[in-house]
């Protein structure tokens, strides 16, 4: 439909539709977004390397697991395209079935949904997606741009506590999912199976942060903080716990996008 | 031509004669030559980063972090060529031989995989290859060990990779732990279980499949490449890509300078693939550990004609080098 270059062209990439894809009927698309509740949490502790280190404060020694309760999940949803070919990318889908161009911010611990954005589709099937975590990097750009909706510039604000035995302290990470050059997508390619029809067409996008924060190894944040009473922890963007927020994010827990055709809007 | 048959018999009878290869692998053709008809050649092919290995250095094709690595064994189970006309899918070729079969010492002229006879002289526009869960049906090389068969059949391995990486320099980094230490020289022998089917083979220049002329052999190759266990990426398309090899230095947890499946399994992805020098969307899976960074990765090696690209498992695969 249209490569990411041309997102700014909203018009020129409707007309590109209609030139280019005879045949098939363009329908408007509604774009969801939705959270899940996730409450508390149980973290597992992980199995220590062996041999296990002497463990001593700041680091949590007893047995268990940790509760994690997430008070924040803001996260930046968008563009998104979806693509007929099994596999998504600039280059294996140069043409999408169906877009957003928009980008909305959902609050990821509300199963609630609210409006994401408007696109459009194409009749057919799309098997592959690739989108963005509001934050792009069109091949006019020289760096990735935050999008002016994305929560303090960023992909996903996280705040949140997490208690194990006597230890608790609160966390946070702004998580900034990029793509790794210009055209390139935050997201490059994710299985999707969606089959638009029309003559209206809503798709839900459905995030779990409680799924992207189960492979954070607290015991690891518990060891890194400066003491015992060290209550606030930031993750830095080279840290560990950052970068496992990240892959769940752009590869292990990936949102799931569900939708239907129907007769009406 | 007659219609596809399955020759695992043929296979099978040849197996004393292996060494003559030409006799393997032949389904679908007739007993009477059409006119305007060719013979097609399959050979299997090593890119030269398994042979020769992959140099430290600032190149496209160096690993970026130093570590130089040298592969003493790089055995494939490889098999089920493929050829077919999308237009007109009966009748096609197809061999149903397996090899396994030692990379690192494949003749100049490549392992002939599969020799289809009596083929109409035009575009053959599917062509396509698996590399497999070995089996005893396979036909085991000379270049492999009867230990090392044995072990591929056993373990319904795909791929045996032996190898060392080395770096003057070097250092393991257990992520999340204690200080660096120092490590010049890292082991790794890794039996992996990864069939992947190959299909709709393009050259580099785009050309699908295999355009055949009438009274003449056409060879082409199956390529593994050797250098993916070192992406830095899972790549779509044309973006560039490093090769790093820091990451299975950092899986010796156990700091014994060799890497078992057991350690790169106990190693969460998000210790051993920081971002940003590591991106691993795209992956055809989801990359909880360093063993799924190695599945992942060896799904992707299958190539055609050096540099030309194959679907995986029916998704696109693509990258610059």
């Known amino acids: 439909m249209s490569r990411r270059i041309e997102s700014c062209v909203w018009t020129v990439a409707f007309a590109l539709i209609g030139c280019g894809q005879t045949g098939q009927e363009v329908y408007p698309l509604r774009v969801e977004g939705a959270g899940t509740a996730t409450g508390t949490l149980i973290v597992p502790t992980r199995a220590p390397p062996d041999p296990a280190p002497v463990c001593a404060p700041p680091c949590e020694c007893g047995s268990g697991d940790w509760e994690v309760t997430l008070e924040q999940a803001d996260v930046a949803f968008g563009p998104l395209y979806l693509c007929a070919s099994v596999r998504a990318g600039p280059e294996l889908c140069p043409e999408s079935i169906a ?24 009749t057919g099937r799309a098997q592959s997606a690739m989108w963005d975590y509001g934050r792009s990097w069109l091949l006019t750009q020289t760096e990735v741009v935050p999008d002016p909706r994305a929560p303090g510039g960023h992909s996903l604000v996280l705040r949140g506590t997490a208690t194990k035995g006597p230890t608790s302290f609160r966390f946070a990470a702004d998580v900034d999912v990029d793509a790794s050059e210009a055209g390139l997508y935050g997201v490059q390619s994710a299985p999707v199976t969606r089959d638009f029809a029309g003559p209206y067409e809503s798709l839900s996008v459905r995030f779990d942060p409680g ?28 840290s560990i716990a950052y970068n496992s927020l990240y892959i769940a994010m752009n590869n292990s827990r990936l949102p799931t996008l569900v939708g239907q055709s129907s007769a009406a809007p | 031509m007659t219609k596809k ?10 197996l004393p004669l292996v060494a003559m290869s030409a006799l393997i692998g032949a389904c679908g053709g007739d007993d009477d030559a059409p006119a305007g008809s060719g013979i097609v050649e399959v050979r299997l092919e090593a890119e030269e980063t398994i042979p020769d290995g992959i140099a ?50 494949l003749p100049p002229t490549g392992f002939q995989l599969a020799r289809f006879e009596n083929v109409s002289a035009e575009r053959w526009d599917e062509f396509g290859y698996e590399t497999v869960a070995a089996s005893a049906a396979a036909t085991r090389d000379p270049s492999v ?32 732990g204690a200080a660096c230490r120092a490590a010049i020289s890292i082991s790794f022998r890794l039996g992996v279980p990864v069939p992947t089917v190959f299909s709709d083979c393009e050259a580099e220049e785009g050309a699908p499949g295999v355009s055949v002329a009438a009274n003449t052999t056409t060879s082409v190759n199956a390529t593994i490449h050797g250098d993916h266990l070192f992406f830095s990426a899972f790549p779509t398309g044309e973006e560039a890509l490093a090769r790093r090899a820091q990451w299975l230095a ?4 156990n700091g014994d300078n060799t890497v078992t499946r057991a350690e790169l399994e106990a190693a969460p992805a998000a210790g051993l ?13 989801a990359i909880e550990d360093g063993w799924d960074f190695v599945v992942a990765q060896l799904k992707t090696q299958g190539h055609f004609q050096g540099e030309g690209e194959c679907l995986s498992d029916g998704m696109g695969h693509d990258h610059a080098s």
């Open chain 2, 145 to 176: 060990t009867q230990a090392d068969y044995d072990e591929m059949v056993a373990g319904g391995l795909t791929y045996l990779i032996e190898g060392t990486m080395t770096k003057s320099d070097g250092e393991s980094c257990v992520p999340g």
């Open chain 2, 5 to 14: 048959r399955n020759d695992k018999t043929i296979a099978r009878a040849a």
């Open chain 1, 99 to 122: 877009e957003m161009l928009d980008v909305g911010v959902v609050d990821a611990l509300d199963p609630a949904p609210v409006l994401l954005g408007a696109g459009q589709a194409l």
């Open chain 2, 273 to 285: 693939f920081p971002a940003p020098d590591y991106s691993l969307t795209g992956a055809p899976f």
């Open chain 2, 56 to 105: 430290a250095g600032t190149g496209a094709e160096n690993i970026v972090d130093g570590w130089s690595v040298e592969y003493t064994k790089y055995i494939v189970a490889i098999g089920h060529v493929e050829l077919a006309r999308a237009a007109t899918p009966d009748p096609h070729f197809h061999s149903e031989a397996e090899f396994v079969v030692d990379m690192t010492s």
């Open chain 1, 211 to 238: 799924a992207w924060v189960s492979g954070i190894d607290f015991d690891a944040v518990a060891c890194g903080r400066a003491s015992a009473s060290e209550v606030d922890v930031s993750f830095a963007r080279t």
């Open chain 2, 250 to 253: 950092n899986a010796d947890t």
